[in-house]
């Protein structure tokens, strides 16, 4: 049976209850043009310049038929988005209620009907529950994760090819593989909205080829402190060359390095730092 659509108002109504409740984490557009965060100035790290940037990337993955994991799933706008590429199911995972609740909210405003919503944890989840997948997304979840190897070996044995968008460290150089541990962890009023660590994108390509995915399509290089990588077992059918990693200009680090230089330097004179 058809879901019929909500009113305007209801839409509108509905929007401000669920944000009053906890804030909303995803900008998603509604019926009547209607968004869930209007007034959001939009960065590399928030859904819809994450999601601008990824794409094209993905989009270029037959996934006709498919059936895709999306882990960490928030309100779901990621799942939403792919559940158009002619998926036949989408199976998303998130342990806050209250993110699962808005995501509800939006698959039944926007009459979506091949996403499935699961209170759950990825390290519970196994293929006897939830079966083997075509494609496992992880955006903006990798560095609020203690276990970073353990989180990619679960991804790895759920899927042949995975998605991964995550936050880097931001004094170290991308070639070298290392994490850097997430010091001020804790934003905003969500409990899960918690970091550990923040590894490179070598450190990640050099797990992932520990676990068998030989194969890595970069998405970007982190210029904003963000990082994007699709990662198979088997080569796929992607121009690599449109997505090799940029490379940053010896002025550019050397402008960023001072920065950080001049930052740390500040902290030390106002005793935030001890020398």
Wanted: aromatic letters at 10%; charged letters at 25%.
């Amino acid at each position: 049976m058809a879901i019929v659509k909500r009113p305007k108002e209801e839409i509108k109504n509905k929007v401000a209850e669920l944000g009053a409740e906890q804030p909303w984490h995803h900008n998603i557009k509604l019926p009547y043009g209607i968004f869930t965060c209007p007034d959001r100035i939009e960065t590399p790290a928030k859904n819809i310049i994450k999601w601008s940037r990824l794409k094209p990337i993905i989009s270029k993955i037959d996934l006709k038929g498919s059936k895709v994991l999306d882990v960490g799933c928030s309100e779901g706008y990621y799942s939403f988005e792919v559940s158009k590429m002619g998926v036949s199911e989408v199976i998303a995972l998130d342990l806050n209620k209250l993110r699962l609740k808005k995501a509800e909210f939006v698959k039944d405003a926007l009459c979506i009907d091949n996403v499935i919503f699961k209170k759950a944890d990825i390290m519970d989840a196994t293929k006897d529950d939830i079966g083997h997948f075509d494609l496992v997304l992880c955006f903006g979840f990798l560095h609020r994760f203690s276990d970073t190897f353990g989180l990619l070996k679960k991804l790895t044995d759920l899927s042949d090819i995975i998605a991964l968008e995550w936050k880097i460290p931001r004094v170290y150089h991308n070639n070298l593989p290392i994490m850097a541990f997430a010091t001020n962890y804790i934003h905003g009023c969500d409990e899960y909205n918690v970091s550990y660590w923040y590894p490179t994108i070598t450190c990640v390509i050099e797990m992932l080829n520990r676990l068998g995915f030989s194969y890595h399509y970069p998405v970007d290089d982190g210029f904003d402190k963000r990082v994007a990588l699709v990662s198979g077992k088997k080569p796929i059918a992607i121009e690599n060359e449109i997505y090799k990693i940029k490379t940053k200009s010896v002025f550019s680090l050397v402008v960023k390095h001072t920065k950080i230089y001049l930052k740390t330097l500040c902290k030390i004179i106002s005793g935030k730092i001890q020398a």
